[in-house]
């Protein structure tokens, strides 16, 4: 359905999507995983013909996205990052006006609105206006928007990014179930557990480059005996990173924002506990719990990076 060839492109001296190569097979689930700025949004935006790339090549579903603009709208259905919405306009007459962008007229836009509201679950909410929403419903509706021409390809750019946990079931669960119809998905987050849930192959994107490909079994292969230690202590203080970074199995140490949790990549999770626990100790910073994770893809983009998913 799509392959992503050595992409580039630049904004002035800054490369910011440096040789990007990847393919998403039709009726698949592709999960694009990056933390901010890693070229999530900017690969998107070239996929969909509304940003010119420098150089390589995408082509969706056999098309080339420099010379068939036309097929390629109809073929993909975008979900923006930023809610693309007319506040003042109904969640009913937004939908027509998405619809009719996408060349729907008549009753079969009005139908298909219907439909859409009731997918996302917001029949009853379709006459009211969309500032009177909150903002899971608006990323609902923004959502059913890039679904009213019925796209095969549907590309969704951080869609659960700041709402409730009841909406972003939803959405997940909404995700799953246009898959489950045949429907190809492209899913963008810096969230994991998301693109575990819903993605089979999973892309990991930092620094303008894909770094990994394949199944999260594929990937979770490739880490080389790194293990992370979550170790909670009760007060922090610098010196205990200083002294962790000095021992031989630890790899990197990161602490969390409030300073009450420590993840210790280490070369091999079992054997360093008592040496991070006597760390600790001998700095008089008491540990109130120590576990290994077991190993998953923010253990890889770690290893990978020495960057957590959400730095
Ligand atoms: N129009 C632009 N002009 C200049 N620089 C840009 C532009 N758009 C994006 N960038 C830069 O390109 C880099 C990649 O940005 P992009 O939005 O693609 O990241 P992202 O992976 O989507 O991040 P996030 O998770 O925060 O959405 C960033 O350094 C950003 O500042
Ligand atoms: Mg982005």
Not at 8 to 23: A, M, P, Y
Not at 158 to 168: A, F, K, L, W, Y
């Amino acid at each position: 359905m799509l392959e992503v060839n050595h992409l580039r492109k630049s904004f002035g001296k800054t490369e910011v999507v440096k040789g990007v190569t990847f393919t998403v097979d039709k009726g698949e689930a592709f999960g694009l995983l990056g933390p901010n700025g890693a070229g999530k949004s900017t690969t998107i935006s070239m996929i969909c013909g509304l940003l010119p790339y420098d150089s390589g090549e995408i082509k969706v579903d056999g098309f080339s996205v420099k010379e068939h603009q036309m097929e390629i709208k109809r073929k993909i259905g975008v979900v923006p990052q930023d809610i693309a919405l007319y506040p003042t306009m109904s969640a009913h007459d937004n939908l027509i006006f998405w619809g009719k962008m996408y060349g729907l007229s008549g009753k079969q836009v009005v139908k298909k609105a219907n439909e859409v509201l009731e997918f996302v679950g917001l029949l009853d909410r379709g006459k009211d206006k969309i500032e009177t929403f909150s903002g899971g419903m608006k990323r609902r509706i923004n959502i059913g928007a890039a679904l009213m021409h019925q796209p095969e390809l549907l590309i969704m750019d951080e869609p659960t990014v700041g709402i409730d946990p009841q909406s972003r079931n939803h959405i997940l669960e909404t995700v799953k179930e246009l898959n489950k119809q045949g429907m190809t998905i492209i899913y963008t987050s810096h969230y994991m557990e998301e693109v575990e849930f819903l993605c089979k192959r999973i892309g990991i994107i930092d620094h303008g480059e894909v770094i990994a490909v394949g199944t999260k079994d594929d990937l979770v292969k490739r880490l080389s005996g790194g293990t992370v230690v979550k170790m909670e202590v009760n007060h922090f203080q610098n010196r205990l990173v200083e002294e962790l970074n000095t021992l031989p199995l630890v790899e990197k140490v990161m602490v969390n924002d409030d300073k009450t949790e420590l993840e210790i990549l280490v070369s091999s999770g079992h054997q360093a506990l008592g040496e991070l626990v006597s760390t600790a100790i001998k700095n008089f910073i008491e540990v109130s719990s120590i576990k290994v994770q077991e190993p998953n893809l923010e253990t890889l983009f770690l290893q990978l990076t020495g960057r957590s998913l959400r730095d």
